[in-house]
């Protein structure tokens, strides 16, 4: 099973929609979380941390559940300019702290 | 303040070739990374470093070598190319691990695209 896995989409959603990813993870020693953005041939860019008692960033909110170890992205109102590709991030404790990518998420928001 | 630059953006290499990637930052960064992307198979960690003089394995490191000889800098060397190697090579630095978003943010070169013939 690979450490950090997600659902590769791709999600195809309207203009305005809400839309949720989800990303699990398997080592139950993991500390950090965080969603990432990658646009089509770009270097992938900070969105959000993920903290325990979730946050929230205008149209985006980010949650960990550390039972069922997994981290979720909510996107509401979902614009043309969110299309991208979404990366978890988890990093574990225990060894030397290197951050794991999931394969990403595939968005598509149309008009 | 640049932040992470990669040096070069594109290359072609012939099989048997060999080069070499050059990433520099300027955010006195301890951790620096070399990752390779290819379709439908996500970031992929070759090597890594968490301080100057020091680097590691990552989850592919075979056919690549590397170097942080200084902290700004991080070499990835191919010293003969494969087709396999074809790919974008990005790299990236962060603080450190404090486990928090302020030492843990990695931050990310703009890529190398890289064709082996």
Known sequence: RKEVE????????????????????????????????QDCRKEPKLLMSVYSSGNEDGRFTAQLNRA???????????????SATYLCVVISSGGSYIPTFGRGTSLIVHP | ??????????????????MTLLCAQDMNHEYMYWYRQDPGMGLRLIHYSVGEGTTA??????????????????????ESA?????????????YGAGLAESTDTQYFGPGTRLTVL
């Open chain 2, 82 to 94: 494969a087709p396999s190697q074809t790919s974008v090579y990005f790299c990236a630095s962060s």
């Open chain 2, 57 to 78: 394995k990552g989850e592919v490191p075979d056919g690549y070598n590397v170097s942080r000889l200084k902290k700004q800098n991080f070499l990835l060397g191919l």
């Open chain 1, 6 to 37: 997600q659902d590769p989409g791709p999600f195809n959603v309207p203009e305005g929609a809400t839309v949720a990813f989800n990303c699990t993870y398997s080592n139950s020693a993991s500390q950090s979380f965080f969603w990432y953005r």
């Open chain 1, 68 to 82: 069922s170890q997994y981290i979720s992205l909510l996107i509401r109102d979902s614009k043309l300019s969110d």
């Open chain 2, 1 to 18: 303040n640049a932040g992470v630059t990669q040096t070069p953006k594109f290359r072609v290499l012939k099989t048997g070739q060999s």
